[in-house]
């Protein structure tokens, strides 16, 4: 067949995209080019069902090291015992903890999706709020904090199998050392799903949840940098302290449980040439670079708050520990479904997002979600915050004025070529 024009000059589009705007979406990220074209290789054509030395096909000689290099390196990020790179994503690596440590019906405890929660913490329209029984906490109104007393009375009173903790539109720290109090008082598993602030967690720029959560879930495409992908970590309770049988009846530990969780419970064949990409991008964490890198996210998210600050944007929280903010437009008038569209059309990428306790639906919203992961990749420091913020304002208050934004737009491309996004592509 002839080479895929179509498709090709779509990717070819999308690199332009990718190149002249404002990439302030809090979960995405440039990847580096060499775990780009690792994700681009002919390990794609192998079935490898189950995991290195313990397959169901042959001639897994070469990915099974590929797929250990990934392990071993992941294990030395996070200093764990137990790593399974294989999850798809990070909603398959919470599907694969949820097989493994739960039965139908029984109860989970999670952040409401509304409170910046994630749709696999229980949401009713997701497999974990279908197959288990959700419950829910949520942020003090007052403060935007995590309610740590909702959490614990909500846990004594439903006394639920597995508390969730991490979020998708959370700006601070978790405390995970009271959470696993209040786990070990009613007899619950901890899962700690870090897939926004891995990367910062890795550098130990924050608390690290390993040593309270019994398992942690991550994506690796967000403050990892890597390619898009999930995986499961456990550090030391692999020993499986609650004894949770297999469906033989039978205790194992829990990393077997969780291997088994992910294959063959819910997934097939691995995608070993996202696990090279995985393994790469797991090199580059361990680098030097990175420790910069994860630095540099968390002090221009600060100074990005201030920027927001001074000119009158609310945040939830007031303020960030991390690589987002989450803005509640309300004292701005417009919602997060038009800042949206507005910022878009003056290439600034962001979505919206409902703030907590908000009176706007999910399509709609009150607020937006900032996050400064893929600017700091592209080499932006804390004097280039201003710019973005004092871009956003200015495409916020002129929301009808489509000349207005036109020349937003022109200056926002002009500014973006200081910072050349895969320059050996041409
Ligand atoms: N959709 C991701 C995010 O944007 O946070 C979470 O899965």
New binding site residues.
Partial sequence: MQKDTAIFSLINKELERQRRGLEL???ENFTSLQTIQAMGNVMTNKYAEGYPGHRYYGGCEVVDESERIAIDRLKQIFNIEYANVQPHS?AQANAAVMLAVLQPGDKILGLDLSMGG?LTHGAHVNFSGKLYEPHFYGVKKETGLIDYDMLESTAKKIKPKLIVCGA?AYSRDWDYERIRKVADEVGALVMADI??PAGLIAKKLLKDPFDYCHIVTSTTHKTLRGPRGGIIMVRKDVENPLGIKDNKGNIRLMSNLLDMAVFPGTQGGPLEHIIAAKAIAFGEILTDEFTGYAKQIILNAQVMAKAFHNKDYKSISDGTDNHLLLIDLRNKNISGKKAEQVLGKADITV?KNMVPFDDKSAFVTSGIRVGVPAVTTRGMKEEHMQFIVDSIDDCLMHADDEAHLSTIKNNVNEFMQQFPLYPELG
């Fill in positions: 979406i809090a979960s990070g994630h998708s897939a926004h979505n």
